[in-house]
């Protein structure tokens, strides 16, 4: 009867973390803190549902386990790669609205694709200036 009772306190606990998670992704204002709120938060609520999936139904527990150490391994790798990324993408949205400034650039026939791969905006327009030419020859 107690270790039901602690299962099911694990399984409120869990699911309580996830609900907090989806309505910080829902109601946080930028980016970079909806990230917060989905990676740690929803972290301990999946702990939480594992503990007392475990504790329910002792036999999964090793399963439980590798799950928990594989969520606990990818999910910061996964946000800060998912961080880095939209960092990078804010820094050539600035870079290109000052290139516009500069120039006469349209914003839309540029592919951005090539600045992830470390390429200088420079080199992106050079490189669609030349497949421009290319396809009009």
Do not use: C, W
Request: aromatic share 6%; proline share 2%.
């Amino acid at each position: 009867m107690i270790i039901e009772l602690l299962g099911i306190a694990a399984l409120l606990f869990g699911l309580f973390f996830s609900f907090v998670g989806v309505v910080g992704v829902i109601r946080m204002p930028d980016m970079y803190t909806r990230l917060h709120a989905s990676g740690k938060v929803a972290v301990l609520g999946l702990f939480g549902l594992l503990v007392g999936t475990s504790i329910l139904m002792p036999s999964i527990t090793l399963k439980a386990l590798a799950l928990g150490l594989f969520i606990l391994l990818t999910v910061p790798v996964a946000s800060h790669a998912i961080a880095a990324s939209e960092y990078r993408r804010q820094e050539l949205i600035g870079e290109l609205v000052g290139m516009q400034e500069e120039k006469d650039i349209d914003m839309e026939s540029i592919d951005v694709t090539g600045y992830l791969s470390r390429s200088s905006v420079k080199d992106i327009i050079e490189a669609n200036a030349r497949t421009s030419q290319s396809d009009s020859n």
